[in-house]
């Protein structure tokens, strides 16, 4: 009996034990809801399984002894703050000297190892930029040696071309693979050959690769064409056979042009991060404009804004969103995004301008057949000139500005509004007081980008009209980047020097686009800036889970937010030592920085205003301990009564 008293006793402890267990294992691993109106019991932490990266500090010391000293001092600090013995200034300031986690020091080591170069335009602004890798071929010639030789020469031309950084420049890949990339055909002379074909890519994908020069031998004409994609092709006179002549022309002719299409040196320093563009088209009076039904010309309208917003600034946009969306993500060799700058547009009308704020100037026009009789002999001038009566309107800059202003929404990001004036007000412009100069388009003055031209409109070519106006648009986005706001084909031939014109073969060099070299330009200036502004951030969030490790709720998908950003971070930095364009770079940083700032503003991130250990003993003890107590004595009782009726029997 003395056994099976034991025995009972037993059983009951270790099913209080095993309840306490299981409550408490339970109470540790449910998911918290945030539809639950309960308060989690215990903070979910269930991402530390899947965290990779390392969130602790940098260590203070090197040595093993150092670490125990180190965490000596914290308890040391953390006890005297406790009793109130003024050590919480101390804790503090020890805290903030270890705050760079380890994961970050390695980032950090990493950069310190790139090359720190400078804007060929700006000698006084120092920042990190990639050596360049770029694949050399020669689809004329398939001498190895002779390919090598020519790279080289190449390379070291555009080194010494750069006067204000000798590791600023290009490096060229000369391989056998690269020299004998095959065409769509086979090409028997400079003019007959054509630029590979790409492999095409389904949505919003762009394939990381270096970018390709071709040079062409043999040519009639010299040349550098700047295709639509990151392909820069130069034609040469000079042939094979003539390779001294050659390497003088590529010294002083192509080194320098190169260097001004990779590194666009005539770019602007100011860079606006575009977020929103918005269009708002004013039909002052849709009556006016033919006899037909207003209803129908105001739908028309509306309509035909659509198909050259879509046409002339999606293009622009998308490029755009690609460059600092944020929204990324790296598949293999190919990185793919989407579009998170928003487009969106609104027509209105029956917005009028009041007539004391229009101008009319009064003129004469020559007849056009007076005026080139005229041209044709300026000895004999033209007495009897016929001539006809033309009325001129303007509003000045300032009062269009106010009106603009009026109905402006208040909404964050680029707005431009597209004017239409009533048919009694056209041909309308507007004129700036101080210059006297008359113009279609304005840039308003103000905390956010806001702009407005002029539509005219050419009997029912809405479309037209509408492209015609947008090229303001399109142009100022570009000077928002900082670039110029010509053209691409106008940009292109700025680059051209005495002897060697610079051409763009692109698919659209009318409209104003951004080529994938002006991206790059737009990459290099973002990428250093957003680098730094990444690391502070992962920073901090590596420092609040170290702090807070023990209390605060980490989630299995606020985990991977955090892995999101640190691969991407690593992927970007290793795109810089590699060689490869900053525009897959900047790509991947914006992704990081855009998934670190999600980690922040996650509601999921949150620490619990309690302990969960001192909040679990405080329910539970009162319910076990009046259990406990009374079966965890009974059982050392009868542990000793046991003991002693078993040493009774051995007697």
């Not at 180190?70 to 109130?84: R, T, W």
């Not at 918005?278 to 849709?286: A, G, K, R, S």
């Not at 680059?495 to 070299?517: K, L």
Request: aromatic share 8%; net charge negative.
């Amino acid at each position: 009996m003395a056994g099976t008293r034991l025995a009972v006793h037993s059983i009951f402890v270790v099913q209080l034990i095993f309840l306490v267990a299981a409550s408490f294992f339970y109470a540790s691993t449910k998911p918290f809801d945030p539809s639950s109106s309960a308060e989690p019991f215990i903070s979910d932490q269930s991402g530390w399984k899947i965290l990779v990266e390392d969130v602790s500090p940098v260590p203070l010391h090197d040595s093993i002894q150092g670490h125990i000293r180190e965490y000596i001092d914290v308890a040391v600090m953390e006890v005297k703050m406790l009793l109130g013995m003024g050590g919480e200034e101390q804790v503090v300031h020890h805290h903030a000297g270890r705050r760079t986690s380890v994961f970050v020091q390695e980032m950090r080591q990493q950069i310190s190892q790139l090359p720190t170069l400078k804007y060929m335009n700006d000698d006084d602004k120092k920042v990190v930029l990639p050596q360049l890798k770029m694949n050399f071929h020669m689809p004329m010639n398939l001498d190895v040696k002779l390919i090598s030789r020519v790279a080289s020469e190449l390379e070291r031309a555009i080194r010494g071309n750069s006067a204000k950084q000798s590791s600023h420049g290009i490096i060229l890949l000369a391989t056998p693979d690269a020299s004998k990339a095959k065409t769509t055909k086979e090409p028997t002379s400079c003019e007959e050959w054509l630029l590979p074909e790409s492999t095409p890519l389904q949505g919003n994908t762009r394939q990381i690769k270096f970018p390709d020069i071709y040079l062409l031998t043999g040519c009639k004409k010299t040349s550098v064409d700047v295709a639509d994609s990151d392909a820069i092709v130069i034609r040469a006179t000079h042939t094979d056979k003539d390779i001294n002549g050659l390497e003088q022309y590529l010294r002083t002719e192509i080194a320098p042009v190169l260097l001004k299409i990779v590194y666009q040196a005539t770019t602007q320093k100011q860079m606006h991060r575009l977020e929103r563009v918005f269009v708002q088209l004013i039909d002052e009076d849709p009556s006016s404009h033919g006899e037909g039904d207003s209803k129908i010309h105001f739908d028309l309208l509306s309509q035909a804004l659509s198909s050259p917003l879509q046409s002339t600034i999606r293009p622009m946009i998308n490029d755009l969103s690609f460059i600092y969306g944020g929204n990324v993500e790296l598949l293999d060799d190919t990185i793919f995004w989407k579009n998170a700058i928003d487009l969106s547009s609104v027509t209105s009308a029956y917005l009028p301008l009041s007539n004391d704020v229009i101008v009319t100037e009064e003129g004469d026009a020559v007849d056009e057949e007076q005026k080139a009789l005229k041209a044709e002999n300026e000895a004999d001038p033209v007495e009897n000139e016929e001539r006809e009566s033309v009325s001129k309107k303007f509003l000045t800059t300032e009062q269009m500005s106010k009106f603009i202003q009026s109905h402006s929404s208040p909404n964050e990001g680029l707005e431009w509004f597209l004017f239409l004036p009533s048919k009694d007000h056209s041909p309308l412009t507007m004129r700036d007081k101080k210059s006297g100069d008359d113009g279609q388009s304005i840039i308003l003055s103000g905390s956010k980008p806001t702009g407005v031209s002029l539509v005219q409109i050419d009997s029912d070519k809405y479309i037209n009209s509408l492209s015609q106006s947008l090229v303001y648009l399109a142009g100022y986005i570009r000077e928002l980047n900082g670039l110029q706001s010509q053209s691409v084909d106008e940009t292109c031939k700025a680059f051209s020097s005495t002897m060697t014109p610079v051409n763009c073969i692109a698919r659209s060099t009318q409209r104003q686009s951004i080529s994938f070299w002006e991206l790059e330009l737009i990459a290099q200036t973002h990428w250093y800036t957003v680098l730094q502004q990444v690391l502070q951030e992962v920073d901090l969030v590596m420092s609040l889970l170290h702090e807070h490790g023990s209390t605060l709720a980490l989630p299995e998908h606020v985990a991977k937010k955090i892995n999101t950003a640190t691969h991407l971070l690593r992927k970007s930095i290793s795109f810089v030592e590699e060689g490869f364009p900053a525009v897959y770079a900047t790509s991947a940083l914006y992704g990081a920085l855009t998934t670190i700032e999600s980690v922040h503003a996650d509601a999921d991130l949150f620490e619990l205003s309690y302990f969960a250990p001192d909040h679990y003993l405080a329910v539970f003890s009162p319910l076990v301990l009046p259990l406990a107590m009374p079966m965890i004595f009974g059982l050392i009782k009868e542990v000793k009564r046991y003991n002693e009726l078993k040493r009774k029997k051995q007697i």
